[in-house]
């Protein structure tokens, strides 16, 4: 059995931690890429993100069950719809707060995310709810000389896949372009005779399905508890920040980056552990303001 | 002599007001007699019931409850009153509602506190009003220092807990112990005491590791615990966090190399549950495990079983103690009860026959008492604590 490390610093990074920072990082893909284009086409900050992840835990949590994986496509597929849902709710509610700037319409949705939280707290407690990987996943298989979960193997191939849909809807098809317009100049797309507002919800809807998805896939990682959404709120809100908000491709690499940085930066620098999430975000910042890949055509409002 | 009407009808008033009010405390004097009774006694529970420690401060509240329904709730042959505080997330949540219930509601003695860093906050408070506070989960060493007549605490203090986490540890110390605990003070400290209480025993540490607060991906740390070969691992974590690691040590197949000792929150209700049975064969040290075998246990664990659906936990326990301290204190007052009547009557309380075992306060306030290693298995059906060791009495 091979085992591959390399030593550095206080500790030793072996290949095992970068293929974990990458499965941690697709996950991050999968959750933040919501946050990214709304963003980028309504201008609202959508500060319920992570209250919609831990909607996905906690129906993962429901319909979880010990034995078969049946439960799992289930609970995917009513993540599918209930994100969609919510997200399709959202838009509309905050539609009419939009013209009063970032600042009224991000509350607006902060406010709503408070409402939906009680509400899940009321239906599943205050208690920590833990979700075991479907038995199709579950089990440990041996990694250059380690063990590692076979499930979180399954998140890379499914975060991966993901990316490779998303590139090609985005790029390739129609409703990428009307996404990149809608964007770029949103004024410009309603002069053409596209219903803005339909797309506009449209992908609201999907991105809030995605992190509701990505609450289900998760769970088997991040035990559904009260304070989990303002966690991942904070990890989705740092990707796309360093990313660039708007933008795919930013919120792609800031996700696989802060996936490596939280798994090797962890063993680099032990002391600095804490700091590292916020630290990145500002090395980045320093460096590049906008962030990695910021969004062409600043729209003048 | 008044001689106009008016006058008369005032004086008539201010005699019947007085004659009214020396009755009323006539009364109230020559009702009791014998042991205490009588004047009502107002507790404050102030415990965690939102925020993550919400599960914990509800076994707090259960814990006390449960004792007065037991005994008509009653103390010490004083009708009880209680008024309820939610410390919150935060310090100031916790500070708001103390000060509520010691200066707006008028409690008679607090009970409850969760976390450490609200229980430095409120103990100030409830201090400076005179009101003594028993402390039945805050685990931080300095709350007690002072061994002030207002602080009382029916939990173990936190150093010296996780220094007796070491007895489980070493029987599978050869290769070497990793410690790790979430990074703060209380986590820090706690390492302190088990690296202390390891090597004073000849044992080698060979590595340590404090993860922030709120880490779900743990596997940075357990490929360290992998590269250190220790062959036994103390872990100190807090709510999710705990249950995320005991899950992801198994999955990473962290017992073939080491075994787990975790400190005693880790394998407590509602966690034990929620990790499920990951948490199998991890072991831990503290006062407490339902299944211990004494006349006062047996009217505690089974009983609060069948009332709450799950075993107490050791919140739930340092709580229903707290009552009987309260109970005995209680006793030896009678008539009206005031906030530093009870102060006083808790540094008589003499040794308490608790579900723990026999045990009393130290000069600090601070429980003197045995302590048990436990390990996790399956009986009855479910996930319990079993006592494998009495480790007797400790002195502290």
């Known amino acids: ?72 496509l289930l609970a995917v597929g009513v993540a599918l719809v209930g994100g969609s849902a919510c ?37 599943w407690g205050d208690g920590v709810r833990t979700v075991d990987a479907p038995e199709l996943l579950q089990g440990s298989t041996s990694i250059l000389g380690e063990r590692y979960p076979i499930y979180r193997l399954f998140l890379i191939v499914a975060g991966v896949a993901f990316a490779v849909i998303v590139y090609l809807v985005f ?131 | 002599m008044v001689r106009s009407d008016a006058g008369r009808r005032m004086l008539a008033l201010t005699v019947i007001v007085l004659a009214a009010a020396v009755a009323g405390v006539g009364c109230g004097g020559s009702d009791s007699g014998g042991d205490g009774g009588d004047g009502v006694v107002k507790i404050g529970l102030l415990s965690a019931t939102s925020g993550p420690l919400a599960a914990i401060g509800e076994e707090q509240n259960n814990g006390l409850r449960f004792y ?41 003695v607090v009970v409850g506190l969760t976390s450490t860093a609200t229980a430095l906050a409120v103990k100030d408070i409830t201090a400076r009003a005179k009101v003594a506070s028993i402390i039945t989960s805050a685990g931080a060493d300095e709350l007690t220092e002072e061994g002030s007549e207002y602080v009382w605490r029916t939990h173990a203090p936190n150093n010296q807990q996780c220094g007796l986490a070491s007895e489980a540890m070493l029987d599978a110390a ?39 607060l709120g880490t779900t991906d743990f596997q940075p740390y357990l490929a360290k615990i992998r590269q250190s070969k220790a062959s036994v691992v103390f872990a100190f974590y807090a709510g999710s966090d705990g249950v995320a690691f005991m899950k992801q040590y198994v999955e990473f197949g962290l017992p073939d190399q080491a075994k787990l000792v975790a400190s005693a ?71 009206d009860v005031s906030p530093q009547a009870i102060a006083t009557a808790l540094g008589k309380v003499g040794p308490i026959d608790s579900p723990r075992g026999t045990w009393e306060f130290n000069e600090r306030h601070d429980p003197s008492q045995g302590f048990y290693v436990r390990v996790v298995k399956t009986q009855n059906g479910r996930l319990e604590n079993v006592v494998t060791k009495d480790l007797g009495h400790v002195a502290n």
């Open chain 2, 174 to 212: 050869e290769g070497g112990a990793f410690l790790t605990w979430f990074d703060s003070d209380t986590g820090r400290n706690c390492g302190d005491a088990v690296r202390t209480a390891l090597e004073a025993k000849g044992k080698r540490v060979v590595g340590t590791a404090a993860a922030p």
């Open chain 2, 68 to 108: 007065l329904s037991q005994h008509g709730d009653k103390l010490g042959g004083h009708p009880v009153e209680l008024s309820e505080g939610d410390e919150g997330a935060a310090p100031n949540t916790a500070v708001a509602a103390a000060r509520r219930i010691v200066t707006k509601e008028g409690v008679d």
């Open chain 1, 171 to 301: 790029n390739r098809g129609r409703l990428g372009a009307l996404v990149r317009a809608a964007t770029y100049d949103r004024e410009m797309l309603d002069a053409l005779g596209v219903r803005t507002a339909l797309v506009t919800t449209g992908v609201f809807g999907i991105g809030a399905a995605l992190v509701t998805v990505g609450g289900v896939i998760g769970a088997p990682l991040f035990p559904a508890a009260p304070g989990l959404d303002l966690q991942i709120l904070v990890l989705a809100l740092v990707v796309v920040t360093i990313g660039g908000l708007g933008s795919l491709s930013g919120a792609f690499v800031g996700a696989l980056l802060i996936g490596q940085v939280q798994s090797i930066g962890a063993t680099l620098v032990p002391d600095l552990a804490s700091m590292l999430l916020v630290g990145t975000m500002a090395v980045v910042l320093v460096a590049r303001p906008q962030g990695l890949f910021a969004t062409g055509g600043e729209r003048q409002r």
């Open chain 1, 87 to 123: 997200g399709a709710a959202l838009a509309v509610a905050v539609r009419p707060l939009v013209p009063r700037g970032h600042l009224v319409a991000g509350l607006g949705t902060f406010g709503i995310a408070i409402v939906i939280g009680e509400l899940m707290q009321s239906i």
């Open chain 2, 265 to 335: 929150n880790m394998t407590e209700e509602p966690l034990l549950s929620a990790t499920g049975d990951a948490a199998l064969g991890v072991e831990s040290v503290t006062y407490y495990a339902p299944g211990i075998e004494n006349a006062a246990n047996a009217k505690f664990a089974e009983p609060y079983l069948e009332e709450y659906g799950h075993s107490p936990n050791y919140a739930a326990l340092a709580s229903y103690d707290a009552a009987a301290v309260l109970d005995e204190a209680l006793s030896t007052i009678d008539g």
């Open chain 1, 1 to 72: 059995m091979t085992h591959v490390a390399i030593a550095i610093g206080g500790g030793q990074i072996d290949a095992v931690m970068v293929l974990n920072g990458l499965a941690i990082g697709l996950l991050l893909f999968v959750v933040a890429s919501g946050l990214s284009v709304v963003f980028g086409m309504m201008d609202v900050l959508n500060l319920a993100h992570g209250t919609l992840f831990v909607l996905g835990a906690y129906i993962a949590v429901t319909f979880s069950a010990p034995d078969g994986s049946a439960w799992f």
